[in-house]
């Protein structure tokens, strides 16, 4: 890729969170994310009652889908808007409880739990260390620095059998800042390379994040897949 880079857009919680009371969410999908449903049965190794990690989880619809599987999930995210808004608009009953430093939000029937607050702040003391992870845009949503941390702190979240599912966007980092910030395969390999074998399960043009690089056939959407060495 070629080009000056621009500045990255500095993506601390409160960015996030102004988006949500501006409903400028357009990275929110209302059906199932097709690389989820596709890859599913690699991410969960065909087996039943599995635990999921939704980093960053939004509202993402998902997380209800899974758990009519049987499954169990768990989602970390900021905004609290975005888990009173994953119950109500999925119909289901919940509880809050307030922790020492977030907010647990739980289904009736346990399935789902979403903690509210800051990621960094979720730890194993709350969870044990999970199976599975669907990373849909987390480790993207955050610039580098940020990037750098998340991966440590993923790291003391999962166990050592862990499948990671890993979706981010790349491109050319001169025609824009982000976010979703460009993360190519040689930075996820730095920050994961050294515990984990990567394996790229699909790469295709998607969204249009501006005019620029709508022209030069960008961004690619790429999934990688996450296991331990």
């Known amino acids: 890729m070629s080009g ?6 500095k993506t601390h919680p409160e960015f996030w969170n102004e988006r949500w ?12 994310h097709k690389y989820l449903e596709k890859h599913l049965s690699k991410l969960l190794s065909n087996q039943n009652k599995m635990r999921i990690l939704f980093p960053f989880c939004g509202k993402a619809v998902d997380m209800a889908w899974l758990a009519s599987l049987g499954h169990e999930v768990v989602g970390v995210e900021f905004v609290q808007m975005a888990c ?14 307030d922790l020492k430093d ?16 800051d990621f960094f702040k979720f730890n194993s003391e709350l969870e044990k260390p999970f199976e599975c992870v669907w990373d849909r845009g987390a480790y993207g949503a955050l610039h580098l620095d940020l990037r750098i ?17 890993l979706d981010v966007f790349e491109y050319d980092t001169s025609l824009y800042p982000g976010p979703p910030h460009s993360c190519p395969l040689e930075e996820i390999q730095q920050h994961f390379g050294s515990e984990f074998q990567i394996e790229l399960l699909e790469s295709e043009k998607t969204i249009s994040l501006n005019q620029k690089l709508t022209e030069a056939n960008q961004p690619l959407d790429k999934l990688y897949f996450l296991s331990r060495k």
């Open 84 to 97: 009173e808004q994953f119950f109500s608009e999925n119909n289901i009953k919940y509880s809050v409880k």
């Open 4 to 9: 000056e880079k621009l500045m990255p857009t």
């Open 149 to 165: 941390k998340y991966a440590q702190h993923m790291k003391n979240l999962i166990s050592p059998s862990v499948r990671y599912l």
């Open 102 to 117: 977030l907010k647990l939000f739980e289904s009736e029937d346990g399935r789902i739990k979403l903690y509210n607050g």
């Open 21 to 32: 009371i501006k409903s400028e969410i357009g990275f929110h999908q209302s059906n199932n």
